[in-house]
């Protein structure tokens, strides 16, 4: 019997008018304190989280639970005290040096078939890396985290991870951070690209709460489940 695979939580904060940061070579922080204390517990509640090759190469974030209590509740629970961490790139250009890898606990990259002897190489000692066929097929992704005992999984981006998630039907949960910021500006990274999603741009999804967190309210939203 195929392992069942994870339940995938895509979580993300983006501005009124939709962007995940502006153009400027700073980040843009959307957040406040409430709000990074409340993707904090999300994460400490989780057993994998996954971000993109281009969000590691431009952020460079390192990805972890930071609360100790929060670690110390889940190695009390018989688990690690960080969720293992994950990232996809179909280039395999994922540089040694990158906070991502030398920070928590264990971690683990997909790739491309063709990508992954370089890949290991460049990761050797750091990451475990595997390649799941010509591109980065996302259901095999899920299918091998199922396998290794991955039940919840979330997602942290970036627009391009976002979008093929939701486009293939594989998140179960939405949960949106709306910061009171516009940033108006084209060049900036929007929450999701252009895609053909399931049921097109007709059908809503079932809202599955909003409340207030600080000065941004947080919209979850279960994408595979419709109004009529």
């Known amino acids: ?49 996954l971000v993109g090759g281009n969000t590691l190469r431009l952020d460079n974030p390192r990805l972890l639970v930071n609360s100790p209590d929060r670690r110390a509740a889940r190695v009390a629970a018989g688990k690690p005290a960080y969720p293992l961490k994950v990232t996809l790139t179909g280039s395999g250009s994922l540089g040694a040096g990158l906070n991502f890898w030398h920070t928590g606990g264990e971690k683990l990259a997909y790739t491309t078939l063709a990508s992954a002897p370089g890949l290991r190489a460049e990761l050797s000692g750091l990451a475990e890396v595997v390649g799941v066929g010509e591109t980065v097929d996302l259901g095999a992704v899920l299918d ?48 999701v690209g252009r895609a053909a999603f399931p049921g097109g741009p007709g059908r809503r999804m079932r809202l599955l709460g909003a409340r207030t967190v600080g000065d941004v309210v947080l919209l979850r939203y279960a994408p595979k489940e419709y109004s009529p």
């Not at 983006?14 to 959307?30: H, V």
């Not at 039907?169 to 951070?177: I, T, V």
């Open 1 to 49: 019997m195929a392992a069942r695979r994870p339940y995938v939580l895509l979580s993300a904060a983006m501005s009124i008018d939709g962007y995940l940061d502006d153009a400027s070579p700073e980040r843009l922080l959307l957040s406040g304190p409430e709000d990074f204390n409340r993707v904090d517990e999300v994460r400490a509640s989780c057993d994998a989280l």
């Open 144 to 191: 091998d985290l199922g396998r290794r005992g991955v039940g919840r999984l979330m997602v942290e981006g970036g627009s391009g991870v976002h979008t093929q998630f939701l486009a293939q039907g594989l998140a179960d949960e939405l949960q949106l951070a709306v910061a009171p910021l516009l940033v108006g500006q084209a060049a900036a990274p929007r929450f």
